[in-house]
């Protein structure tokens, strides 16, 4: 059974900062053999993509979020981050974790408002 487990949403004012995390567990997974991704989904919109991470550490980002947000993985703790800064009410939605377009995790809210 594999889980990915997101972490670190909350409530920030406009130009604050917030950093996500993704711990994955589970038997017969290699977590550093699989891409990871967060995507998010604001109410009444399509779930879209935020970040990316490659094997080998390659990243891309959503144009919304360009020069603001930065993905990065810890092989050793499993662990995906999320650092987002400069956030901006068009931020609020919720953040979900992949891993290999395969797998999700619940979702952790994030709300950017004053």
């Known amino acids: 059974q594999v889980q990915l487990v997101e972490s670190g949403g909350g409530l920030v004012q406009p130009g604050g900062s917030l950093r996500l995390s993704c711990e994955v567990s589970?038997?017969?997974?290699?977590?550093?053999?699989?891409?990871m991704g967060w995507y998010r989904q604001a109410p009444g919109k399509e779930r879209e993509l935020v970040a990316r991470i490659s094997i080998g550490g390659y990243t891309n980002y959503g144009d919304s979020v360009k020069d603001r947000f930065t993905i990065s993985r810890d092989n050793a703790q499993k662990t995906v981050y999320l650092q987002m800064n400069s956030l901006k009410p068009e931020d609020t939605a919720v953040y979900y974790c992949n891993m290999g377009s395969t797998y999700w995790g619940q979702g952790t809210q994030v709300t950017v408002s004053s």
């Open positions: 589970g038997s017969g997974i290699i977590f550093s053999t699989n891409g």
